[in-house]
């Protein structure tokens, strides 16, 4: 949880990770008491061992408004820990019908107020959290909504068959027809697919993480590492350097996307957002939320910002691209053959030819001249 967390601009805060483990009933008040502390506005709340994340802030918060609700829950489509309840539940427009308390967001002030109206410090530390929200749930839909259509929360446990992996669009629900943000392995559910499609297959097992203590909130911690050392090399990076490059930047990607093919795998893209206003990397985190952003503070220019791509990337071989080109299929590959081949003793240039930007199409009797440089 706390790479993928990272990896996406978020900073998560750990409550409890130093106290002795009461039960779950302890873990929901720990948790209420937190809130009391926060000075954010939206709060989300995933389980700590068994939960990724894999978009980014903004994308989930804008996901949060649509449901016109100040708490949204994760839904499953098992009734835990107790059936019996389950034909209480309101009808459901899917089969992620039951709540599931791993994962939720809501408004700070409302959620503080909800656990206070629940009576949330009455609760035996040793109780069920789950079943404590769902019977809260049944006796009141209002409380609260269902993720029903996994807009933000996956559960996994009976589901990991509904998913699939786009190279667009990553992990997709195909049965709710969403993109899930954060991921919960929930009962006996096997994780391994989905770290695998997010990339966090590629973190050392022996990551070194300190955890320092939270300013504002009582028992709670954050937690430091340093990112480059706990990734495993990659077999290349392509670093796109952008501005205000408008839909420019979108289409760029996919076509690199396209033109990598199987080996998405083995290939980052990294996106230096140099200052940008124009809304395109918004647009980058909602369509390609496994394309790393890494954010100027101030316009720096093209080349800084290139060359910080190039030193926070992972990628053996370094592909430099504007935010303004369209590679054939195959075409990066090949490059990145012909880079290998070398063993680093040159820097290799492909023949470019013109990009008509307003069909997206290139003008291959247009060729640029091609080079190379000895070192």
């Known amino acids: 949880m706390i790479f993928g967390a990272i990896r996406n601009d978020i900073c998560p805060v750990i409550v409890g990770c130093k106290w002795k483990w009461l039960g779950l009933g302890w873990k929901l008040k ?8 926060i000075d954010r506005e939206i709060v989300l709340f995933a389980d700590a061992f068994d939960s990724i994340i894999v978009h980014h802030e903004d994308a989930i918060v804008r996901k949060f408004r649509r449901f016109n609700h100040p708490f949204v829950c994760s839904a499953e489509t098992n ?39 629940l009576k949330i410090e009455d609760l035996p530390d040793d109780d069920n959290d789950q079943r404590f929200l769902a019977n809260a749930f049944v006796a009141d839909p209002s409380i609260l909504k269902l993720d029903y259509h996994c807009e933000i929360f996956q559960s996994l446990w009976n589901a990991q068959q509904d998913l699939s992996f786009d190279p667009v669009r990553g992990i997709i629900n195909y049965v709710t027809r969403t993109t899930p943000s954060v991921f919960h392995g929930n009962g006996v559910s096997d994780m391994t697919q989905v770290v695998a499609w997010t ?23 954050v937690p430091f590492f340093s990112y480059q050392q706990e990734i495993k090399p990659m077999r ?33 893209i990294v996106v230096v957002d140099d200052a940008s206003t124009d809304g395109s990397i918004e647009a980058v985190k909602r369509q390609f939320p496994h394309v790393r952003i ?20 992972y990628g053996k071989v370094i592909i430099f691209l504007d935010a303004h080109c369209n590679p054939d299929p195959g075409a990066i ?29 290139n003008r291959t009797y247009q060729v640029g001249h091609t080079f190379r440089t000895n070192l």
């Open 79 to 117: 009734c835990h820990p107790d059936s019996r309840i389950a034909s209480f539940y309101p009808v459901a427009p899917t089969r992620y019908c039951f709540l599931n308390s791993g994962g939720w967001i809501a408004e700070v002030d409302y959620a503080r107020d909800l656990f206070r109206r």
């Open 30 to 37: 720990i948790v209420a008491r937190a809130l009391d502390h």
């Open 236 to 268: 290349a990076s392509i670093v796109i350097a952008s501005h205000n490059e408008g839909e420019c930047l979108s289409k760029t990607i996919k076509s690199c996307i396209n033109s990598i093919g199987d080996h998405l795998n083995e290939i980052e």
């Open 294 to 313: 890494v954010s100027n503070s101030t316009r720096q220019g093209t080349s800084p910002s290139k060359d910080r791509g190039a030193r926070e990337s």
């Open 333 to 361: 590959v090949r490059l990145i053959e012909d880079v290998e081949k070398l063993d680093g003793k040159a820097i290799v240039t492909p023949a470019v030819p013109h990009l008509e930007v307003d069909t997206w199409t």
């Open 199 to 221: 990339g966090l297959d590629r973190l050392q097992s022996n990551a070194s993480i300190e955890f320092r203590e939270h300013e504002t909130i009582p028992g709670a911690f």
